[in-house]
């Protein structure tokens, strides 16, 4: 496995605990047939520079402990720490 694939593995896997079933599929399927993060095409790799680009729609929800309202799965500033 070359560098450059474990970094994509990697980062893919943090980013996948973001998203929701429906879009966790496609980004998986996309990212296990590529090598690099710069290979994968748009918009997956904007996701594993800055999981902060997830759009809301396609962010896992979590249940508020305040409200028990669910609610988009929020991401840090760095999330890859």
């Known amino acids: 496995?070359?560098?450059d694939r474990v970094t994509l593995s990697r980062?893919?896997?943090a980013v996948l605990g973001y998203l929701n079933p429906e879009n966790a599929t496609g980004f998986r399927d996309t990212v296990a047939i590529h090598e690099s993060i710069n290979s994968v095409p748009?918009?997956?790799r904007l996701w594993l520079l800055d999981p902060r680009e997830i759009p809301m729609s396609a962010r896992a929800r979590l249940a508020?402990?305040?409200t028990g309202e669910r609610v988009?799965?929020?991401i840090p500033?760095?999330?890859?720490t």
């Open 11 to 13: 980062r893919a896997a």
């Open 72 to 74: 988009p799965r929020p």
């Open 77 to 80: 500033d760095n999330p890859f």
């Open 64 to 66: 508020d402990p305040r």
């Open 42 to 44: 748009l918009p997956y």
């Open 1 to 3: 496995m070359t560098p």
